[in-house]
Nanobody, 111 residues
Framework: QVQLVESGGGLVQAGGSLRLSCVAS????????MRWYRQAPGKQRELVAT???????EYADSVKGRFTISRDNAKNTVYLRIDSLKPEDTAVYSC?????WGKGTLVTVSP
């Protein structure tokens, strides 16, 4: 059974940092491309970062320079580090592999 479980969200002040984690199970993690999405209140879900099995990373233009995606294949985990947090980063962040989604973790950024 393929499963993705996110953690690491919370309430932070603008300018702070967070590292989100997504632990995967039920498939061969190391060879799969993983993605982080976010959905802000009242907005469509947005792809923010992608990492291939060989750790090639891509980012949405809106987050370049502040978001860093990485992976630890030994731990079946993909990370998303967010620096210089802004109130507009407030959203539920979810990881994804093909058609499988985690439940997400909420990030709330106060001014």
């Amino acid at each position: 059974q393929v499963q993705l479980v996110e953690s690491g969200g919370g309430l932070v002040q603008a300018g702070g940092s967070l590292r989100l984690s997504c632990v995967a199970s039920g498939f061969t993690f190391s060879i799969n491309t993983m993605r982080w999405y976010r959905q802000a209140p009242g907005k469509q879900r947005e792809l923010v970062a992608t990492i291939t099995g060989t750790s090639k990373a891509e980012y949405a233009d809106s987050v370049k320079g502040r978001f860093t995606i990485s992976r630890d294949n030994a731990k079946n985990t993909v990370y998303l580090r967010i620096d210089s947090l802004k109130p507009e980063d407030t959203a539920v962040y979810s990881c994804n592999r093909r058609d499988v989604w985690g439940k997400g973790t909420l990030v709330t950024v106060s001014p």
